[in-house]
């Protein structure tokens, strides 16, 4: 029998020549990342909890401080001099203030075919190059820094056939935000969203990153594409070249099947409390605002802020409402402000912020009070998500934040 995408990489990583949904393998890890959301855990373990502390293989480790940047408080401070001093006396990349973990991952070290385990829930979104990325804890994380190795649990694949292009004024943001209303939050549990047919070559590799980053809102393991000529243009523009390119067997097994016709996607936002609570964006224009959000993981690059920007030219953002723009790495950060995009922002009365989680993290930056509304490009709208447990957050894509942080309340781009 034929093997997915996802399969074969698990295999190569086994070293075995073939594997199948429900098989436990050890498996060679290609690279590990922790942002400080959990690393001061991982090296407590590692520095009291180890008879013999050491590290497989340094190279393949990279720490990420980017959820509180700058820290917020004497004892955030406190953790990450912990994940610095680490990083320093064992030679492990170490970014700081450089941008969200997963962007700057893509930036420079994602390579299709690897297997790669990360102490962050989106570490999903490496499956837009080809790779399989996947979420764990510190302790799973703390087991694979030691010995380079750890355990998976072949997970069943689902196929999602994209047809059609995207009609204009219609992101990838909401064709996820689609799917995952329609499967539900707990629709993929522990499988592996893989994207494929003719409308997943149409999206750029920006629109697989939303894709695969949010594949964890069903519950998925990861989201993968097959690294075509787009991924590998992107590779060859940061100076990369790919592990492994692999394709799905055409006998490759799928517990389920569905098919998304890309042009007939419209605008939706995720009403609170639940990431699958999908309706057309209509249905919610009109409720008032407090805070906008664009930036995250899953929208805050250049492609987002050049959306936002166009259509924030020359107008202003509503009185009493607070707009942040965040992008998402140094380098998107720095490429907004070659193309103006910062300038268009600030006149408009928007607060640019240094590339980090911010507001999606609900932590350090644009934390919204009791019974406020925010509406955001981050991943995720449970109850006190970005502050109080009273408030509300709505998700929606960079064009309907934008449009709504000028109106006030929910609004699409054509009401502007």
């Known amino acids: 029998m034929g093997m997915t995408i996802a399969e074969k990489i698990i295999a190569a990583a086994a070293g075995v020549e073939s594997v199948k949904p429900g098989d436990i393998h050890t498996v060679q890890l290609d690279r590990l990342m922790s942002n400080d959301g959990t690393t001061h855990l991982t090296v407590d373990m590692y520095n009291n909890k180890l008879k013999n502390p050491h590290i497989a293989d340094t190279k393949k480790l990279v ?44 930036e420079n070290y994602v390579r299709p075919g690897e297997l790669i385990f990360g102490a962050d829930s989106h570490t999903c979104s490496y499956g837009a190059l080809g790779a399989f990325g996947t979420g764990v804890g510190c ?71 939303t894709l695969c980053n949010m594949a964890v809102e069903a519950g998925a393991k990861t989201g993968i594409f097959e690294a075509d000529e787009k991924a590998m243009d992107y590779l060859k523009e940061h100076g990369r070249e790919p592990k492994a390119v692999f394709h799905s067997d055409p006998d490759a097994k799928y517990v389920r099947e569905y098919t998304f016709d890309l042009s007939k996607v419209r605008p939706v936002v995720a009403r609170p409390d639940f990431v699958d609570n999908v309706v057309p964006a209509e249905e919610a224009c009109g409720i008032e605002i407090n805070e906008a959000f664009l930036g995250s993981c899953n929208n805050g690059r250049i492609e987002d802020l050049r959306v936002g920007a166009e259509i ?35 006149e408009a009365g928007a607060i640019v912020m240094n590339p980090n989680c911010s507001v999606c993290w609900g932590s350090c930056q644009g934390v919204i009070g009791e019974n406020e509304v925010l509406i955001s490009t981050g991943t995720r709208n449970f109850k006190g998500r970005a502050g109080h447990p009273s408030s509300k957050v709505y998700l929606g894509s960079a064009a309907t934040v934008t449009a709504s942080a000028i109106a006030g309340k929910i609004a699409l781009p054509s009401e502007i």
């Not at 004497?74 to 006396?89: I, L, N, V």
């Not at 009185?319 to 922002?345: C, H, N, W």
Request: one cysteine or more.
């Open 63 to 106: 720490f990420i401080v980017d959820h509180n940047v700058p820290s917020d408080c004497p004892k955030t401070a406190a953790s990450q001099k912990k994940m610095r001093d680490f990083a320093k006396a064992n030679n492990i990349d170490f970014w700081e203030g450089k941008g969200v973990c997963h962007q700057v991952m893509i």
């Open 139 to 209: 302790t799973d994380f703390l087991y694979g820094m030691v010995t380079g190795t750890s355990w998976v649990l072949v997970p069943e694949s689902v196929k999602f056939n994209l047809t059609g292009k995207l009609p204009k004024g219609v992101t990838a943001r909401d064709l996820i935000l689609t799917i995952i209303g329609e499967v539900g939050a707990n629709g993929c549990n522990y499988q592996v969203m893989e994207f494929t047919g003719e409308g997943a070559k149409t999206l750029s590799i920006s629109d697989r990153m």
């Open 312 to 346: 924030i030219k020359g107008k202003k953002v509503a009185d009493k409402v607070r707009f942040l723009v965040v992008p998402a790495s140094q380098t998107i950060y720095r490429q907004a402000l070659k193309e103006g995009l910062i300038d268009i922002f600030m």
